[in-house]
């Protein structure tokens, strides 16, 4: 081989070289997205999850437990029997509040009263 030709391919070869060091730095940038996504992924899934469970519960909702009304926000999201607090408003209409989630409802007065 003369000294033109190795020289030629010395060149190549550190072009390849130079080549390589950015196709590792895009195989280290898709690797790193990939475990964000597959991150991502597992907390959507495990939301999906509590999600489908809560709807599962929202069918079982029991209104009215021994005569206290119930909170069907913190039965749906936490599977909990909380009984609502019963405040009344100025125009005497009935507000139903829950003391551990703040979820409340304003039950208008009824027209046989
Ligand atoms: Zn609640």
Redesign the pocket.
């Known amino acids: 081989m003369g000294k033109h030709q190795k020289m030629t391919d010395e060149t190549l070869a550190a072009a390849a070289q130079n080549l390589a060091l950015a196709v590792q730095n895009n195989v280290d940038n898709l690797e790193a997205a990939l475990v964000k996504l597959e991150s991502e992924k597992q907390k959507i899934k495990t939301k999906l999850d509590a999600a489908r469970r809560a709807l599962k519960r929202s069918l079982d909702f029991q209104p009215r437990i021994v005569k206290l009304l119930q909170?069907p926000?913190?039965w749906i999201r936490g599977n909990d029997k909380?009984p609502l607090s019963q405040f009344s408003s100025a125009k005497h209409a009935d507000i139903h509040k829950?003391r551990?989630?703040?979820?409340a409802i304003v039950v208008a007065p009824s027209d046989e009263l």
Do not use: K, L
């Open positions: 909170c926000s913190c909380v829950c551990i989630c703040g979820w």
